[in-house]
T-cell receptor, first 111, second 118 residues
Framework: AQSVTQPDIHITVSEGASLELRCNYSYGATPYLFWYVQSPGQGLQLLLKYFSGDTLVQGIKGFEAEFKRSQSSFNLRKPSVHWSDAAEYFCAVGETDKLIFGTGTRLQVFP | DAEITQSPRHKITETGRQVTLACHQTWNHNNMFWYRQDLGHGLRLIHYSYGVQDTNKGEVSDGYSVSRSNTEDLPLTLESAASSQTSVYFC?????????????????FGEGSRLTVL
């Protein structure tokens, strides 16, 4: 079965520091890959997606992610974190007919 | 602007009662999904639909049902609510992707319905 692993349950960073959230997937063919963000009490908002082409994908709010087929990874990065980035982040892989989500990484940002 | 709305946003019910959570989208998307979100489990797929009269089971479908009578709505019914179904439920929709091995692209989510079963 296809799966998504987010190994970090909780990450804490200082405002202005760089950020990398890890995501590993299991999928036999070329995957569709997504990163979503969820603020408290809200639904999920798409940050970025990879379908094909350039393996470095730019998203909203200054986020980017790099698809590495050899490592089955799609890590999310941001060079300088803002306090408003505190939220839960979900990686997802698109199967043929649905999306499978990881368990999420909660990001806490200290001033 | 197109949107996806869920109702009610909060509901408390008792064990054994039937509960229906509504989901309405104005994106005109063919694909609709119901997920539940629980601590430590992320989002797990309950049911999904590719169009009118089409429904499919997800990984945690036991105790839940859906019906799709039109493009805009996919109500989720808990026939006999159980305490294990206390959760936050999210509805989502997406376009049908053509010309690809994938049928589903980006999901657009509602704001969630928090259900408590006592």
């Amino acid at each position: 079965a296809q799966s998504v692993t987010q190994p970090d349950i909780h990450i804490t960073v200082s405002e202005g520091a760089s950020l990398e959230l890890r995501c590993n997937y299991s999928y036999g063919a070329t995957p569709y890959l997504f990163w979503y963000v969820q603020s408290p009490g809200q639904g999920l908002q798409l940050l970025l997606k990879y379908f094909s082409g350039d393996t470095l994908v730019q998203g909203i709010k200054g986020f980017e992610a790099e698809f590495k087929r050899s490592q089955s990874s799609f890590n999310l990065r941001k060079p300088s974190v803002h306090w408003s980035d505190a939220a839960e982040y979900f990686c997802a892989v698109g199967e043929t007919d649905k999306l499978i989500f990881g368990t999420g990484t909660r990001l806490q940002v200290f001033p | 602007d197109a949107e996806i709305t869920q109702s009610p946003r909060h509901k408390i019910t008792e064990t054994g009662r039937q509960v229906t959570l509504a989901c309405h989208q104005t994106w005109n998307h063919n694909n609709m999904f119901w997920y539940r979100q629980d601590l430590g489990h992320g989002l797990r797929l309950i049911h999904y639909s590719y169009g009118v009269q089409d429904t499919n089971k997800g990984e945690v479908s036991d105790g839940y049902s859906v019906s799709r009578s039109n493009t805009e709505d996919l109500p989720l019914t808990l026939e006999s609510a159980a305490s294990s179904q206390t959760s936050v439920y999210f509805c989502a929709s997406s376009e049908m992707v053509t010309g690809s091995q994938h049928n589903t692209g980006e999901l657009f989510f509602g704001e969630g319905s928090r259900l408590t079963v006592l």
